[in-house]
């Protein structure tokens, strides 16, 4: 089992900036990749970022050159950090893993208010 907490949202003024932090515990040696996503009132959960063990990363079209996805493996700690940030944006972000066996873990997740 994987356990991910997230921090870090929170409400930012448009152009602003935040970073999120997912901490995973547990089974975290069975851990193949990472992602954040999130999900924005009446919208279904979209992919913000993933990035894999080995540092590959991938970003949604409307992120790039934003959001920048990150991983500390010796604190198992995953990031997101996020600049020039818009109304658009506002959304509950979560962090997920994808582990061995086709395993996937999610977070609570974390609200992002972005103010115009």
């Known amino acids: 089992q994987v356990q991910l907490v997230e921090a870090g949202g929170g409400l930012v003024q448009a152009g602003g900036s935040l970073r999120l932090s997912c901490a995973a515990s547990?089974?975290?040696?069975?851990?193949?990749?990472f992602g954040w996503y999130r999900q924005a009132p009446g919208k279904q959960r979209e992919l913000v970022a993933t990035?894999?063990?080995?540092?590959?990363?991938n970003y949604a079209d409307s992120v790039k050159d934003r959001f920048t996805i990150s991983r500390d493996n010796a604190k198992n700690t995953l990031y997101l950090q996020m600049n020039s940030l818009k109304p658009e944006d506002t959304a509950v972000y979560y962090c997920?893993?994808?582990?061995?066996?086709?395993?996937?873990?999610w977070g609570q997740g974390t609200q992002v208010t972005v103010s115009s």
């Open positions: 990035i894999s063990s080995g540092g590959s990363t």
């Open positions: 547990g089974s975290t040696f069975s851990i193949n990749a």
């Open positions: 997920n893993a994808e582990a061995i066996r086709l395993k996937s873990y």
